[in-house]
């Protein structure tokens, strides 16, 4: 197996060489995304599979009181403790899976055996992990090929836990075996083995918008012109290869977080281009701000970039298909996209899509289409809270 990011990360098997080149086709003529992982990916994790043991039991101890002047004193074994739980905890100020990205196998700690003397064995430590808020934890020794994992876990908000593996029992030790018939028991009970698992932790970013196009068509310079948050622009498809997050504060009360979500390329829901990783970070967004390139220096027509991505997001998931979009022309500043643009707002007016136009290197129109987004991220989650709590009569 390699040692490279993605391998490490859980892809291990599938990136084979021959996948590598059924990729290389399939990418058309986009460069592999993979290339270009940097430092930045290499900081950035979103999918780890990692082996987890509560800890054993301890066992029951047998043992009896021998004292000066207390003939037949008897039993007197202690119980074992508890073994440790494994714990998962969501951190607040994480936003990557990077410290659980080695392969490795975490323990808790094991309860102590119990000793004479009455005397119980201590409960061993439980194992907490950090998790970023966002977190799923499904228990990977469920799924087998074609079917789910069961998920055990979704971890949103910070300081949600979920105990993953649970310790084993301590035994009972003989002195709880003494019968009126039996006053000398000479067994106690063995400690129950703890839990073991194997779980594939996966990120999903958590983002209020998420900012959805084809590569190189202006989604992190407008990102950079809205927020503080500080994506690398270039002029090369794939430049950006994790999310960002940003700040978005539209006046002294609204404000929400936008998401610079790589670019998605044709056969994206089929891992094209990483797509399936890249997609999953807008599964959690309210709103997704679709960003089309209308300047036509892409060579490609902006409807069919609409609808080629639109095909993408319904057949990797319906809940993506079916998420609320904003249609956003970007580089308003060219002379080709003012040139074009009347042309191109009258197709998508047939199809009852009002195209909005923004410039992030000027930031012409970027005002009103963050009022615009602030007002579809507060009315979509209104909705979702309506329909997943409805009103009692
Ligand atoms: N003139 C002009 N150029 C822009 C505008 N937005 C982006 N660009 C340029 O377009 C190129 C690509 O911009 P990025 O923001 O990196 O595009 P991206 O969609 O994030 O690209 P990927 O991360 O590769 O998917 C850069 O050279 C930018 O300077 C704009 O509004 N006006
Ligand atoms: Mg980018």
Same mark, same amino acid.
């Given at each position: 197996m390699c040692a490279c990011h993605l391998c490490r990360a859980g892809f291990a098997g599938r990136d084979?060489?021959?996948a590598r080149a059924a990729e290389r086709y399939t990418l058309g003529p986009y460069p592999d995304p993979r290339r270009s992982l940097g430092s930045d990916q290499m900081k950035f994790v979103d999918e780890v599979r990692i082996r987890v043991e509560a800890g054993d039991g301890g066992d029951g101890c047998v043992a009896f009181r021998r004292e000066k002047? !207390?003939?037949? &004193? %008897?039993?007197? &074994?202690?119980? %074992?403790?508890h073994g440790g739980d494994v714990v998962l905890r969501v951190d607040g100020g994480l936003s990557t899976l990077l410290d659980l990205s080695y392969p490795q196998t975490l323990r808790a700690g094991r309860g102590e055996h119990g000793r004479g003397k009455e005397q119980s064995g201590a409960r061993g430590a439980d194992l907490v992990l950090r998790v970023p808020p966002g977190t799923l934890a499904y228990d990977d020794d469920t799924g087998s090929e074609g079917s789910e994992a069961a998920l055990l876990a979704d971890l949103r908000e910070p300081g949600d836990e979920v105990v993953v593996a649970h310790g084993g029992r301590g035994g009972l030790g003989n002195q709880h075996f003494a019968t009126s018939t039996r006053q000398a028991p000479r067994h106690a009970q063995p400690g129950k083995p703890g839990e073991q698992r194997t779980l594939r932790l996966e990120l999903r970013m958590l983002a209020d918008a998420g900012l959805l196009g084809f590569p190189n068509v202006g989604k992190s310079t407008l990102v950079r012109a809205v927020s503080a948050a500080r994506p690398r622009v270039a002029d090369y498809p794939f430049t950006t290869l994790v999310p960002h997050l940003g700040v978005v504060r539209v006046d002294e009360e609204a404000s929400f977080v936008l998401a610079d979500v790589p670019g998605l390329i044709p056969g994206a829901h089929l891992g094209h281009g990483l797509g399936t990783r890249f997609l999953r970070h807008l599964s959690r967004t309210a709103v997704l701000i679709h960003l089309l390139d209308v300047s036509g220096l892409t060579g490609r027509d902006p409807v069919d970039d609409?609808? !080629?991505?639109?095909?993408?997001?319904a057949l990797a998931s319906p809940e993506l298909g079916t998420k609320p979009q904003i249609v956003v022309a970007s580089r308003l500043d060219l002379a080709e996209t003012?040139?074009?643009?009347?042309? !191109?707002?009258?197709?998508?007016?047939?199809?009852?899509?009002?195209?909005?136009? !923004?410039?992030?290197v000027t930031g012409e129109g970027t005002r009103g289409l963050m009022q615009r987004i602030a007002a579809a991220v507060l009315a979509e989650r209104r909705r979702m809270a309506d329909t997943a709590q409805p009103a009692h009569p």
């Open positions: 084979t060489r021959a002047y !207390v003939p037949r &004193g %008897g039993p007197s &074994g202690g119980d %074992g403790g609409y609808d !080629v991505l639109c095909r993408e997001l003012r040139e074009r643009l009347p042309e !191109v707002r009258t197709r998508f007016a047939a199809r009852g899509i009002d195209l909005q136009a !923004v410039s992030g």
